[in-house]
């Protein structure tokens, strides 16, 4: 069914040896599986090639469908549900807390940290570095704005 093809280039990796081995034997698996289905294929006729490629086409139809199916049916939380956050106890390096257990000088830090996010997009420059580094960070505004509302809350009660 399938011709066979000399290969003309040889295999050559610059990445060590064991990228070599390893791609190697990829593709000794991979002309071992393309034999054998060559060898069950050339066994067949035409039309029990055409009922195989049916019966498989029936088959990934119906498992694609299933996915799709249970994707928007299925009732999985994406998010986890609202949970605690736990503040670890510092050891004295932070002496004037507030009730909320969140070290005033932290959270300071925090609250100065953000507000210099914000500041940074008054400028293009500013804008360049705040947008590389949100994209390297990306939960980093988040984590802030849930930490401050969790403050305030705490300092509220």
Sequence with gaps: MFKTRKRKEKLTLSG????????????QVQQGWA????????????????????????LMVALSGYVSISAFTNDIKAAPANYSIKVPQTSGIYREEHRSGIPDKVYERIHGFRMSLDSLGASA???LKRDSLLRSRPGLMDSLVTIEKYYQQLKNQ
């Design 16 to 27: 060590g040896r064991l990228a070599l081995l390893l791609a190697r034997k990829l593709e």
């Design 35 to 58: 034999r054998v289905m060559n060898n069950v294929f050339n066994g067949m006729g035409l039309k029990s090639r055409w009922i195989a490629l049916t019966c498989f086409m029936i």
């Design 125 to 127: 420059e500013g804008r």
